[in-house]
């Protein structure tokens, strides 16, 4: 349930246009291990089925980027601790989401 800033938050989310909005509601999962895996597909299925019901004019916007680094030639990949198998279903999943991305840049205060 949305608290008042929540949906203060979200009044002025609606009232931007354009590159603003689309970084407002650029979401950053840091790590493409299980749990930044699992909070990127969480967050997305709450997007696409509960906000998306409420502010449908504004899931287009949204974007979510999970950032695993990639210093190995073999880690590049989520999820690469476990089968290749598993690691490609989970890329392409994202791939079918269309809003998640993978990027392997690091991540600096």
Known sequence: MFSYLSWYGMWHVMQQCG?????LLTFVVVGGRPTGVEVAA??????ECDLAKLYPNIVKDVSIQVVELMDHVLMDHVL???DMAISNY??????CAGSVRVCGPRVSP
């Open 19 to 23: 590159d603003e909005r689309k970084k």
């Open 90 to 95: 989970t890329a392409e999943q994202f791939k």
């Open 42 to 47: 969480e967050l997305y299925d709450m997007i």
């Open 80 to 82: 690469s601790m476990y």
